[in-house]
């Protein structure tokens, strides 16, 4: 930025002046100069675009899976020197997130079973105080126990 602002100056001040004003070095403000006109990429911007392909091959090897610890992990464990804040901010600039992984257990709950509800789990409330006044194996005790209903007791 300071470059760029020094250049658009070089009419009003001397570029040793202005360097010197921006602490900047005259060697620093030339080499960006000429790596300007030529349409070259710094060497830092070289090693960004290195690490932005080698993040993204360790981020598709991992299926999608790993974060920026596993894949800087992953990439000091290849030899290349990089640290996790790096490798989060890659992953931030070219919109890369991992993808939690799939459960193994499914889901899904068989509610088509014959199993009841254990006894031990049942409270009679209703007509009877402590439990139904007759048995509910015929239409005759059933019309006894009509006011009886069973809750589920949480334990």
């Not at 602002?5 to 000429?34: H, M, N, P, T």
Request: charged residues 30%.
């Amino acid at each position: 930025m300071s470059f760029a602002f020094i250049e658009q100056q070089d009419k009003r001040w001397a570029k040793r002046i202005a360097c010197e004003s921006l602490s900047v070095s005259r060697s620093g403000f030339y080499a960006w100069s000429s790596r300007r006109s030529s349409g070259e990429a710094s060497p830092r911007q070289k090693r960004h675009q290195e690490l932005i392909e080698q993040v993204r091959l360790s981020f598709l090897r991992s299926r999608q899976r790993y974060g920026a610890p596993r894949i800087a992990a992953d990439l000091v464990r290849r030899g290349t020197r990089v640290c996790v804040n790096t490798v989060a901010k890659i992953l931030h600039e070219c919109g890369w997130s991992a993808r939690p992984r799939r459960r193994f257990v499914p889901r899904t709950t068989d509610s088509n079973h014959g199993y009841g509800i254990a006894p031990d789990r049942l409270r009679a409330a209703g007509a009877g105080m402590i439990a139904p006044v007759a048995t509910n194996d015929d239409e005759a005790g059933r019309a006894k126990n009509r006011r009886v209903e069973l809750h589920i007791v949480n334990s």
